[in-house]
């Protein structure tokens, strides 16, 4: 079992920047593929970004291309999502996950999940 904690969400002005964390506890961190994903008001969860069980690989959506950044620090435990030039449209709540077998893009991929944490964008 992976418990994932998310942390770092907040409110902040179009234009912004805001770091998330997701703390993991349990079993081995290093050896899963983590992903950030993000649900608005009324939507599907969608995938956001991820980074392989190495750490050298990661993946993006389109929508935040050049604007998000995913890292893994293992000797923390910790996978973080670094937003900046933040837009209203990015305002979710945003949900970390992993998965033994690696990175994915799709939601179903993986066992575990977080809470979540709100990130609200202002315009």
């Known amino acids: 079992q992976v418990q994932l904690v998310e942390s770092g969400g907040g409110l902040v002005q179009a234009g912004g920047s805001l770091r998330l964390s997701c703390a993991a506890s349990?079993?081995?961190?290093?050896?899963?593929?983590l992903g950030w994903f993000r649900q608005a008001p009324g939507k599907e969860r969608e995938f956001v970004a991820a980074i392989s069980i190495s750490g050298y690989n990661t993946y993006y959506a389109d929508s935040v291309k050049g604007r998000f950044t995913i890292s893994r620090d293992s000797a923390k435990n910790t996978v973080y999502l670094q937003m900046s030039s933040l837009k209203p449209e990015d305002t979710a709540v945003y949900y970390c996950a992993a998965d033994q077998r690696g990175s994915s893009r799709e939601v179903g991929w993986y066992d575990y999940w977080g809470q979540g944490t709100q990130v609200t964008v202002s315009s």
């Open positions: 349990g079993r081995t961190f290093s050896s899963y593929g």
